[in-house]
């Protein structure tokens, strides 16, 4: 009888033990792929808040990446600089004195917070995208020759005393016209081939007695100069107040200007910062194909959210707050975890087959052909519950990915809850609500698997037989009762 036969015959004559077993290596086949699948998970979320409008798209930056490159250049400028003050990638740490006490202040700027415009450009080339447009955050800036709206009994003390610009590429595609909130009273709307002019409210153009074709002059909240003048090309109304970026009469809905796409940059005299872009979808019919497209486009995605006008996106593992992370640390803990456990019940298997070992070493079996009997064993047993594992990873893994996330999106509310008045901010991060999880289990993984569950088979065993096959075949044989 060869080694084979013996192991086969030995693995049904112990099924108890063997079944034990395959659990075991099927259970810790199932955490393996589950981590790495978790690892690499896709989440849908939705927020209702941020939807592209009409058969179209928004392009957004994604908040956990935008927090996770601010830590990285926060980092850098540390390790850069002793005594924590510089600045790295957009990123500026300063040290400043509050109350008598130093603080280091963490600040951002244009060429960190705008979305970037190659990334841009390479989606407008899709095919099946028609247009596109670009919006910038909405900026405070000073107004010189007219007066803005106020609120005669509101605290005016922390406002900017100004107005605020929102400029686009083509207006007729910003949000609040999209959605048919702003729509044009008098002239036209801003086009891409515009420059310094603007549209304003009909509740401004009234107050200074306004009119198509007048200009306006604006200068920085820094400086008064220079000034920087626009031509007004239209006058809208709204059907319902615009919610303001911020509080403050300079965010309020009547002292919003819509201008051309490069106005408020040279008003401010900085770097543009541009806050989303919305591409149009040529035929609806298409929605879906151009989405796909979309998504292979050359850009760095874990930078940026793509959203449907359902309000959809699709998150990276590594995007949704530490979730690759937690999925990395599951595996460490797998594996140590893994090993222990195969080390005692093969320690148990072992020492419950003494008389078995006794009697092969009295007919002259060496110890190495033993030991390669209970590895090929354990191998035969270990094949059998990785094709088990693979059969139903799928569901697991999907599962095993869903919890994660939940777990992350509590841990991530009450850790809102604890900040909330404690860090000073004009970013709002969105509102996401996950909507699925999905995983895919790939080839490499089950190779990766496969490799990780043998090489732990395979350490487990021997280090257990050394406990046994360390002592001579007279010791062994003095064992057996």
Same mark, same amino acid.
């Given at each position: 009888?060869?080694?084979?036969?013996?192991?086969?015959?030995?693995?049904?004559?112990?099924?108890?033990?063997?079944?034990?077993?395959?659990?075991?290596?099927?259970?810790?086949?199932?955490?393996?792929?589950s981590g790495m699948a978790s690892r690499s998970a896709n989440i849908a979320t939705k927020d209702s808040t941020r939807q592209a409008i009409g058969a179209g798209f928004l392009l957004e930056y994604n908040p956990e990446s935008r927090s996770q490159r601010l830590e990285e250049a926060s980092q850098k400028i540390l390790e850069r600089n002793p005594d924590g003050q510089g600045s790295y990638g957009?990123?500026?740490?300063?040290?400043?004195?509050?109350?008598?006490?130093?603080?280091?202040? +963490?600040?951002?700027?244009?060429? @960190?917070? =705008?979305? &970037? #415009?190659?990334?841009?450009?390479?989606? !407008?080339?899709?095919? /099946? $995208?028609?247009?596109?447009?670009?919006?910038?955050?909405?900026?405070?800036?000073?107004?010189?020759?007219?007066?803005?709206?106020?609120?005669?009994?509101?605290?005016?003390?922390?406002?900017?005393?100004?107005?605020?610009?929102?400029?686009?590429?083509?207006?007729?595609?910003?949000?609040?016209?999209?959605?048919?909130?702003?729509?044009?009273?008098?002239?036209?709307?801003?086009?891409?081939?515009?420059?310094?002019?603007?549209?304003?409210?009909?509740?401004?153009?009234?107050?200074?007695?306004?009119? +198509?074709?007048?200009?306006?002059? @604006?200068? =920085?909240? &820094? #400086?008064?100069?220079?000034?920087?003048? !626009?031509?007004?090309? /239209? $006058?809208?109304?709204?059907?319902?107040?615009?919610?303001?970026?911020?509080?403050?009469?300079?965010?309020?809905?009547?002292?919003?200007?819509?201008?051309?796409?490069?106005?408020?940059?040279?008003?401010?005299?900085?770097?543009?910062?541009?806050?989303?872009?919305?591409?149009?979808?040529?035929?609806?019919?298409?929605?879906?194909?151009?989405?796909?497209?979309?998504?292979?486009?050359?850009?760095?995605?874990?930078?940026?959210?793509?959203?449907?006008?359902?309000?959809?996106?699709?998150?990276?593992?590594?995007?949704?707050?530490?979730?690759?992370?937690?999925?990395?640390?599951?595996?460490?803990?797998?594996?140590?975890?893994?090993?222990? $456990?195969?080390?005692?019940?093969?320690?148990?298997?072992?020492?419950?087959?003494?008389?078995?070992?006794?009697?092969?070493?009295?007919?002259?079996?060496?110890?190495?052909?033993?030991?390669?009997?209970?590895?090929?064993?354990?191998?035969?047993?270990?094949?059998?519950?990785?094709?088990?594992?693979?059969?139903?990873?799928?569901?697991?893994?999907?599962?095993?990915?869903?919890?994660?996330?939940?777990?992350?999106?509590?841990?991530a509310e009450l850790q809102d809850e604890m900040d909330t008045g404690k860090v000073a901010t004009d970013y709002q991060a969105p509102e996401l609500t996950v909507t699925d999880v999905e995983t895919e289990i790939t080839s490499t993984m089950l190779l990766a698997d496969s490799l990780s569950v043998g090489v732990l088979i395979v350490l487990s065993t021997g280090a257990a037989s050394v406990l046994?096959?360390?002592?001579?075949?007279?010791?062994?044989?003095?064992?057996?009762?």
């Amino acid at each position: 009888m060869n080694l084979l036969q013996r192991a086969i015959r030995s693995c049904f004559r112990k099924s108890v033990k063997s079944l034990l077993l395959l659990l075991v290596v099927c259970i810790i086949s199932l955490l393996f792929l589950s981590g790495m699948a978790s690892r690499s998970a896709n989440i849908a979320t939705k927020d209702s808040t941020r939807q592209a409008i009409g058969a179209g798209f928004l392009l957004e930056y994604n908040p956990e990446s935008r927090s996770q490159r601010l830590e990285e250049a926060s980092q850098k400028i540390l390790e850069r600089n002793p005594d924590g003050q510089g600045s790295y990638g957009g990123v500026h740490l300063k040290n400043v004195t509050v109350m008598g006490s130093e603080n280091l202040m +963490v600040t951002t700027d244009h060429s @960190f917070e =705008s979305l &970037k #415009a190659d990334d841009i450009e390479k989606i !407008a080339a899709v095919e /099946g $995208i028609a247009d596109y447009n670009i919006t910038t955050v909405p900026t405070a800036v000073k107004q010189a020759n007219f007066e803005r709206i106020e609120d005669a009994d509101a605290d005016q003390t922390n406002d900017f005393q100004g107005v605020a610009l929102i400029g686009n590429r083509d207006m007729s595609m910003d949000a609040n016209v999209l959605s048919g909130n702003v729509t044009i009273l008098e002239g036209r709307m801003t086009t891409k081939d515009d420059t310094n002019v603007c549209v304003i409210s009909e509740e401004l153009a009234e107050k200074n007695q306004l009119k +198509v074709g007048d200009h306006l002059q @604006f200068h =920085s909240v &820094k #400086a008064e100069e220079p000034v920087q003048e !626009a031509t007004i090309v /239209g $006058i809208y109304q709204v059907k319902e107040q615009m919610k303001p970026y911020m509080s403050g009469d300079t965010y309020r809905s009547e002292n919003v200007i819509f201008t051309d796409l490069h106005f408020p940059e040279k008003v401010e005299q900085d770097d543009p910062l541009y806050e989303k872009a919305y591409f149009k979808v040529a035929n609806v019919d298409d929605y879906d194909a151009v989405k796909e497209a979309i998504k292979k486009t050359d850009i760095n995605w874990q930078w940026y959210d793509l959203i449907d006008n359902n309000g959809n996106l699709d998150t990276m593992a590594s995007n949704f707050n530490d979730l690759e992370k937690i999925s990395n640390t599951l595996l460490l803990v797998v594996t140590g975890a893994s090993f222990v $456990i195969l080390f005692l019940i093969f320690i148990f298997w072992i020492r419950n087959r003494t008389n078995e070992i006794g009697i092969l070493l009295s007919i002259g079996i060496a110890k190495g052909k033993i030991f390669l009997q209970i590895l090929t064993e354990a191998v035969l047993i270990g094949v059998l519950a990785l094709a088990l594992s693979f059969l139903i990873a799928p569901a697991v893994s999907n599962a095993a990915a869903d919890y994660l996330v939940g777990q992350q999106a509590q841990q991530a509310e009450l850790q809102d809850e604890m900040d909330t008045g404690k860090v000073a901010t004009d970013y709002q991060a969105p509102e996401l609500t996950v909507t699925d999880v999905e995983t895919e289990i790939t080839s490499t993984m089950l190779l990766a698997d496969s490799l990780s569950v043998g090489v732990l088979i395979v350490l487990s065993t021997g280090a257990a037989s050394v406990l046994i096959f360390r002592k001579n075949p007279k010791d062994i044989l003095s064992e057996m009762s």
